[in-house]
T-cell receptor, first 111, second 111 residues
Framework: NAGVTQTPKFRVLKTGQSMTLLCAQD?????MYWYRQDPGMGLRLIHY???????AKGEVPDGYNVSRLKKQNFLLGLESAAPSQTSVYFC??????????FGSGTRLTVV | KQEVTQIPAALSVPEGENLVLNCSFT??????LQWFRQDPGKGLTSLLL?????REQTSGRLNASLDKSSGRSTLYIAASQPGDSATYLC??????????FGSGTQLTVLP
C-alpha cells in the first residue's frame, strides 16, 4: 500500500531551468494538493485539484503550474526556477473532508 | 482568513512525563482538525483526525480534544518516550475546504 509517492526526492536546479515534480496516489482520492514548507513560514498551499481535469490556485501559486490529466497523478511544474522556490514540496490527497495523506516530500534547491 | 497558532513553539520534557500541546484557530467554521507528526527531514504522518461534530479522538497514548466554539484543540501525550521527539503540527480544514497549518511545536523528550 504505497499511499502518496513523490518523485524525485531531491533535485538541484540552476536559475531559469524548468522541472516537473510528480505526485502519484493509489487510494482513489478525488482531491490532491501541493504544499511548500519553508522555515518560519510553515506549510503553504500552492495549487490543488478537486478531481481529474481540474486545478485551482492556493495561497502561493505564482511561478508554478499544475496538471491533473489522470485521477491518480498531480504534476507540479516550475517553468523558470528562481532561488525563492528553494523549498521542500509536499503532495497530499484525500476524499474531500476526511484526513489528508502526505507524501515524503521533494527537497528542491535552486542555485 | 483562518489563522492557526500553536503554543509552545518548543518543549523539552523528561521521559515518562505527560504533556499537552495546544492549538488555536481564529475561524470556528471548520470541517475537521488534524494532528500530524513530522520527523526531521521527513514527511507528515497523520496522528489523529477530529471531525467538527466530535469532541475527542484517541490513539494509543495520544488523545486529542476539540472545542470548536472556542477555537481550541489540545494534543495530550501520556508517558512520553524519546521516540516521541518530533515536530507536531495542527491543521484545520476550513470553509474553503483547504487545510491551514500551524507552525508546529518541536518536542524533545529527554532519556
Amino acid at each position: 500500500n504505497a499511499g502518496v509517492t513523490q518523485t524525485p526526492k531531491f533535485r538541484v536546479l540552476k536559475t531559469g531551468q524548468s522541472m516537473t515534480l510528480l505526485c502519484a496516489q493509489d487510494m482513489n482520492h478525488e482531491y490532491m494538493y501541493w504544499y511548500r514548507q519553508d522555515p518560519g513560514m510553515g506549510l503553504r498551499l500552492i495549487h490543488y485539484s478537486v478531481g481529474e481535469g481540474t486545478t485551482a490556485k492556493g495561497e502561493v501559486p505564482d511561478g508554478y503550474n499544475v496538471s491533473r490529466l489522470k485521477k491518480q497523478n498531480f504534476l507540479l511544474g516550475l517553468e523558470s526556477a528562481a532561488p525563492s522556490q528553494t523549498s521542500v514540496y509536499f503532495c497530499a490527497s484525500n476524499r474531500g473532508l476526511d484526513g489528508y495523506t502526505f507524501g515524503s516530500g521533494t527537497r528542491l534547491t535552486v542555485v | 482568513k483562518q489563522e492557526v497558532t500553536q503554543i509552545p513553539a518548543a518543549l523539552s520534557v523528561p521521559e515518562g512525563e505527560n504533556l499537552v500541546l495546544n492549538c488555536s484557530f481564529t475561524d470556528s467554521a471548520i470541517y475537521n482538525l488534524q494532528w500530524f507528526r513530522q520527523d526531521p527531514g521527513k514527511g507528515l504522518t497523520s496522528l489523529l483526525l477530529i471531525q467538527s461534530s466530535q469532541r475527542e479522538q484517541t490513539s494509543g497514548r495520544l488523545n486529542a480534544s476539540l472545542d470548536k466554539s472556542s477555537g481550541r484543540s489540545t494534543l495530550y501525550i501520556a508517558a512520553s518516550q524519546p521516540g516521541d521527539s518530533a515536530t507536531y503540527l495542527c491543521a484545520v480544514t476550513g470553509s474553503a475546504r483547504q487545510l491551514t497549518f500551524g507552525s508546529g511545536t518541536q518536542l524533545t523528550v529527554l532519556p
